[in-house]
């Protein structure tokens, strides 16, 4: 899922991502921090002489837990994310760098990968010095803001043509910069928020109960389905996108976004469905 947050300097496009984002910015802090000091007991055992490590309990190479990246290169963002293999989130407060890095060392093949990682497809780049770094099941969501005469410079051609800018989810409200207020969100219910985040993303990660592996230790993916009920409404939306696409009064420049909603909307309905499943328990209403 790619987010995009439209709208000019200062009207709060960052704060207002940061008051999702802030249990699990932490807890990725956190992840990062227990790396690198894993990292250094590693690095010291590594150096030790090997009398030295005979008398040393042994130190295993860490793993990369982090699983928010912004600045970062996309050969570091697959490794990181052959690591952190469940999912990697990209959250940058201006999207026009994470466009911009594009193609910044390797023209073309870099949007080849966002375009098919967004589709679920195993990707692959191929370097000198490391060989082939290799993901089966790419999951990397992207959030981030933009404002509108950058959002505009974005919308090329070629960015139409390949449906890199079909895939982005945009909101783009009305809105003015606001004067000074003493209107706070409530602390009790940031306290909820960021536990139940917090417990939901360790309910995942944590637990090993929804997480299964096979015996090569790869992720054995999850498989839902509609229930009856589910099914009729998505087949009606579905019929419903499919009449747009077929109809003459639709502009050409909507219909080429209309086939990436019937993706988008099933992966919505599947995130609300676990969210809600989630918080009746966390209430105890379920």
């Given amino acids: 899922?790619?987010?995009?947050?439209?709208?000019?300097?200062?009207?709060?496009?960052?704060?207002?991502?940061?008051?999702?984002?802030?249990?699990?910015?932490?807890?990725?802090?956190?992840?990062?921090?227990?790396?690198?000091?894993?990292?250094?007991?590693?690095?010291?055992?590594?150096?030790?002489?090997?009398?030295?490590?005979?008398?040393?309990?042994?130190?295993?190479?860490?793993?990369?837990?982090?699983?928010?990246?912004?600045?970062?290169?996309?050969?570091?963002?697959?490794?990181l994310h052959q690591e952190s293999d469940n999912a990697v989130a990209v959250f940058k407060d201006e999207l026009a760098g994470w466009v911009k890095d594009m193609n910044k060392y390797r023209s073309?093949?870099?949007?080849?990968?966002?375009?098919?990682?967004?589709?679920?497809?195993?990707?692959?780049?191929?370097?000198?010095?490391?060989?082939?770094?290799?993901?089966?099941?790419?999951?990397?969501?992207?959030?981030?803001?933009?404002?509108p005469s950058i959002f505009s410079s974005m919308q090329t051609e070629e960015n139409k043509d390949n449906g890199f800018m079909d895939r982005l989810l945009l909101t783009y409200p009305e809105l003015k910069v606001d004067n000074y207020s003493d209107k706070e969100l409530d602390i009790t219910a940031l306290n909820w928020y960021s536990d139940a985040i917090t417990l939901f993303y360790e309910t995942i990660n944590k637990t090993n109960k929804i997480i299964k592996r096979d015996a090569d230790n790869n992720i054995q993916p999850l498989i839902y389905t509609f229930d009856a009920e589910a099914k009729n409404e998505w087949i009606r939306i579905f019929n419903n996108i499919t009449a747009n696409q077929n109809s003459e009064e639709e502009n050409e420049y909507m219909k080429s976004m209309l086939p990436k909603q019937k993706t988008y909307i099933p992966r919505f309905a599947l995130m609300l469905h676990v969210f809600n499943s989630f918080i009746d328990s966390y209430n105890g209403t379920s």
């Fill in 1 to 79: 899922i790619w987010i995009s947050l439209v709208g000019k300097a200062g009207i709060g496009k960052t704060p207002s991502v940061n008051s999702m984002l802030f249990p699990l910015k932490k807890i990725n802090n956190k992840e990062v921090q227990n790396y690198h000091k894993e990292h250094e007991k590693y690095e010291y055992f590594n150096n030790l002489t090997p009398k030295e490590k005979k008398e040393h309990e042994e130190v295993h190479k860490p793993i990369k837990k982090q699983f928010i990246a912004n600045d970062i290169t996309l050969e570091a963002l697959i490794d």
């Fill in 108 to 147: 073309g093949s870099d949007l080849e990968f966002w375009l098919s990682s967004w589709s679920g497809e195993s990707v692959n780049v191929n370097r000198v010095t490391r060989g082939v770094s290799y993901i089966n099941r790419p999951f990397i969501p992207v959030l981030g803001g933009i404002q």
